[in-house]
């Protein structure tokens, strides 16, 4: 597991699970201090003024950092299957980690019980239906920027989809397979996600 900064993945559903996905490719220069297993990787001059200027910040103070050892280790979790973004101002973006990446603040890690049905739990956090539900659990900020705490999350309501019947599950797998090499705002993600929206919406009302 490696640590990466997840911006792309505003852009899309799934991380994949090839190193030589097109996310994964990038010139750009990534810095990124993990602390981890009781080693300390300070040795560069800059890095060392970095860490310098967050003790004189009082950023080692901090309550989850003052906690840590070093303070300014990352926290250490295992992979989430699904990420959350923490802030959005069109509706909470849910990404499924099959990239198995560790990730930051940027995003919530969720770890659903080992026997869910991963594609079939996703399949329905990615529909405006879904946004709907959790939307009342929302932090409102100004500029119509919204905000997801993970105790906010953990009291939304879910669709229970053991209880989804099994035709009705195959229809939304369908279209749930189809998204996997699609990005989030193209027609036809769009198109796909408003047909899985639509079974769902079919499936409560009923």
Same mark, same amino acid.
């Given at each position: 597991?490696?640590?990466?900064?997840?911006?792309?993945?505003?852009?899309?559903?799934?991380?994949?699970?090839?190193?030589?996905?097109?996310?994964?490719?990038?010139?750009?220069?990534?810095?990124?201090?993990?602390?981890?297993?009781?080693?300390?990787?300070?040795?560069?001059?800059?890095?060392?003024?970095?860490?310098?200027?967050?003790?004189?910040?009082?950023?080692?103070?901090?309550?989850?950092?003052?906690?840590?050892?070093?303070?300014?280790?990352?926290?250490?979790?295992?992979?989430?299957?699904?990420?959350?973004?923490?802030?959005?101002?069109?509706?909470?973006?849910?990404?499924?980690?099959? +990239?198995?990446?560790?990730?930051?603040? *940027?995003?919530?890690? @969720?770890? =659903? #019980?080992?026997?869910?049905?991963? /594609?079939? !739990? %996703? +399949?329905?956090?990615?529909?405006?239906? *879904?946004?709907?539900? @959790?939307? =009342? #659990?929302?932090?409102?900020?100004? /500029?119509? !920027? %919204?905000?997801?705490?993970?105790?906010?999350?953990?009291?939304?309501?879910?669709?229970?989809?053991?209880?989804?019947?099994? /035709?009705?599950?195959?229809?939304?797998?369908?279209?749930?397979?189809?998204?996997?090499?699609?990005?989030?705002?193209?027609?036809?993600?769009?198109?796909?996600?408003?047909?899985?929206?639509?079974?769902?919406?079919?499936?409560?009302?009923?």
């Amino acid at each position: 597991p490696f640590a990466f900064m997840l911006g792309v993945a505003l852009l899309i559903l799934f991380l994949p699970e090839s190193p030589k996905a097109k996310w994964y490719q990038t010139d750009a220069q990534t810095l990124l201090n993990e602390a981890s297993e009781g080693k300390q990787y300070i040795d560069a001059e800059e890095v060392n003024k970095y860490v310098s200027r967050g003790i004189s910040a009082g950023s080692h103070l901090r309550y989850l950092t003052r906690n840590r050892v070093p303070w300014y280790r990352l926290e250490r979790k295992p992979p989430a299957p699904l990420l959350a973004t923490t802030f959005s101002r069109s509706g909470i973006r849910w990404v499924r980690n099959l +990239a198995q990446v560790s990730h930051l603040t *940027a995003f919530h890690g @969720f770890y =659903p #019980n080992p026997e869910t049905d991963l /594609n079939l !739990l %996703h +399949a329905y956090l990615i529909t405006p239906i *879904a946004n709907q539900i @959790f939307s =009342p #659990n929302q932090r409102e900020y100004g /500029n119509g !920027l %919204h905000k997801f705490e993970p105790n906010d999350l953990n009291k939304s309501l879910v669709v229970n989809i053991d209880l989804i019947p099994v /035709n009705i599950q195959e229809q939304i797998l369908k279209n749930y397979s189809a998204l996997k090499t699609s990005r989030h705002g193209d027609p036809q993600t769009q198109e796909r996600i408003q047909q899985i929206n639509g079974i769902f919406e079919n499936y409560l009302v009923n």
